[in-house]
DNA sequence: TTTAATTGATATCAATATAGTATCAGTTAT
DNA sequence: ATAACTGATACTATATTGATATCAATTAAA
């Protein structure tokens, strides 16, 4: 089971590499080159983030994309939202013995419990935080 | 994001069956038929359980399947091990740029943190809790 | 003003995972 | 002997994931 598919995987490390150039217009090519991200599945990823209000671009010539919204209000939790759906645990489990009174059922209770530990750990993790853990994690190195 | 599959959720469901029925054999059919499960499909998800050593079978006329480990050992977490391979929030992170000192790498704790909760949680639901908050609900129902 | 570097939009494809079906051989209670 | 079962395995269909290709529109700069 894996909880990150490629993509958002992928739309972490892109928009990093734009946190890490706030201000200025980063092309997909570079980004893609340099964090090794497949060019034309990154375009479609940092499309779909525009449409998500979380960066913008330039079209012509020394164009790309810059990041929009401030890193530490993008959380992980958004972009597996924005690339893998909502996190869910299952549609609803033992539909068939329960739902009928789903207001009630206790088994939903105690997955929807699950599904809110997940999502608020993710939550946790913020482009923001991501930069500055790899900022001391260089630091280190060096 | 779906976190349960068919599968185990399938096989969860005919977990609670089995265990309800603690040591008689019950026909995969019979299970099928009352909980709405694709009966071939089941008796795969059922073979992979033996497999595993939670159920045992007997062949023949009135021979089935039967829950052998105790129910408050089996965790949703084993269960989706087995069916959907071991939760990994993703491969290795940001490999390009880190791995180089995997060890060190502050993003790769982090995530092992997450991995971490995410188990645990899955860890404390097992098929006997379930068993109980189900006797439980339908206790309230009538 | 042409050109090359860029994004926008969209279509297509391949690989993999998920979900479900079918078949036949072997076992066993009746 | 037979019918109700499991064991084993092969197969098909569909959805998701991952990746590529194409062409029009834009724009900085030569
Ligand atoms: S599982 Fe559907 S309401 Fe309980
Ligand atoms: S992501 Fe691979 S070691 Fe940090």
């Known amino acids: 089971m894996k909880v990150l598919t490629k993509n958002t995987d992928y739309a972490i490390r892109a928009l990093l ?12 090519k570079s980004i893609a080159t340099e964090h090794d ?4 599945f990154l375009r479609g990823l940092l499309q779909e983030m525009i449409r ?3 960066i913008v671009s330039k079209e012509g010539v020394q164009g790309g ?8 209000t993008i959380s992980v939790t958004q972009l597996i939202e924005i690339f893998q759906g909502k996190v869910q645990v299952s549609e609803c489990m033992f539909r068939k013995q329960i739902c009928a009174n789903r207001a009630r059922c206790v088994l939903r209770h105690e997955i929807m419990r699950i ?6 750990e993710f ?6 935080k991501l ?12």
Chains 1, 2 share one sequence.
Do not use: W
């Open 123 to 128: 939550e946790k993790v913020t482009i923001g």
């Open 115 to 120: 599904e809110q530990v997940v999502q608020s």
């Open 17 to 28: 590499a734009l946190a890490a150039k706030k201000g200025c217009y980063v092309s997909a």
């Open 52 to 54: 998500h209000d979380l």
């Open 37 to 40: 991200i497949p060019y034309q």
């Open 65 to 72: 994309f810059m990041i929009k919204k401030d890193p530490d």
């Open 131 to 142: 930069m500055r853990d790899l900022e001391a994690a260089n630091q280190v190195k060096s």
